[in-house]
T-cell receptor, first 113, second 114 residues
Framework: EPEVTQTPSHQVTQMGQEVILRCVPI?????FYWYRQILGQKVEFLVS????????KSEIFDDQFSVERPDGSNFTLKIRSTKLEDSAMYFC???????????FGSGTQLSVL | AQSVAQPEDQVNVAEGNPLTVKCTYS??????LFWYVQYPNRGLQFLLK??????LVKGSYGFEAEFNKSQTSFHLKKPSALVSDSALYFC????????????FGAGTTVTVRA
């Protein structure tokens, strides 16, 4: 079965640094998402992206966050100036237009020190 | 607004016994309901979904879930649990007329002892 791939699997950064988390969605999918899971807490929606623009974002997704699909293949999440509370597992997901099921990647564990 | 509640943080069962993981939901329209499982150091894997039709939905690895509209519940069940079913289980919901954004429950850790 095709998979959503995410790189890196682990990222350690210093507070205030910029990080870019990378995702390659499944090739025929059209909707893309970022979710995050702080240790011991629920999976939280961050942002959805369709037709090269953000379709919805949560209140977590403030000005420090941005998403991009730079080349029709990759889907990136950028955190401009990381904070300690950004430490979490970040999941990318995608779905084709007529399938209700989200396909998730295996996640990037971000640790902000 | 849409939300999910998983009232149990942990469920412990013996191998071979029935397993139930509870989920209740709240959504303004008709719900689309999902169960995902997360094994250690892995992403979320789809188990099953309810969109419409039969209230009893069958999914991967012998799991099933029963949609109960009057109780707004979507409990996950397996008749005979295996040690390999030990994992973190998430219930999720979205409104039928919304985009594909899912709202997840807090998760239930299932431990199946041999």
């Amino acid at each position: 079965e095709p998979e959503v791939t995410q790189t890196p699997s682990h990222q350690v950064t210093q507070m205030g640094q910029e990080v870019i988390l990378r995702c390659v969605p499944i090739s025929n999918h059209l909707y893309f998402y970022w979710y995050r899971q702080i240790l011991g807490q629920k999976v939280e929606f961050l942002v959805s992206f369709y037709n090269n623009e953000i379709s919805e974002k949560s209140e977590i997704f403030d000005d420090q966050f941005s998403v991009e699909r730079p080349d029709g293949s990759n889907f990136t999440l950028k955190i401009r100036s990381t904070k300690l509370e950004d430490s979490a597992m970040y999941f990318c997901a995608s779905t084709p237009p007529v399938n209700e099921k989200l396909f998730f990647g295996s996640g990037t564990q971000l640790s902000v020190l | 607004a849409q939300s999910v509640a998983q009232p149990e943080d942990q469920v412990n069962v013996a191998e071979g016994n029935p397993l139930t993981v509870k989920c209740t939901y709240s959504v303004s329209g008709n719900p689309y309901l999902f169960w995902y499982v997360q094994y250690p150091n892995r992403g979320l894997q789809f188990l099953l979904k309810y969109i419409t039709g039969d209230n009893l939905v069958k999914g991967s690895y012998g799991f099933e879930a029963e949609f109960n509209k009057s109780q707004t519940s979507f409990h996950l069940k397996k008749p005979s649990a295996l040690v390999s079913d030990s994992a973190l289980y998430f219930c999720a919901v979205r409104d039928m007329w919304g985009d594909y954004k899912l709202s997840f429950g807090a998760g239930t850790t299932v431990t199946v002892r041999a």
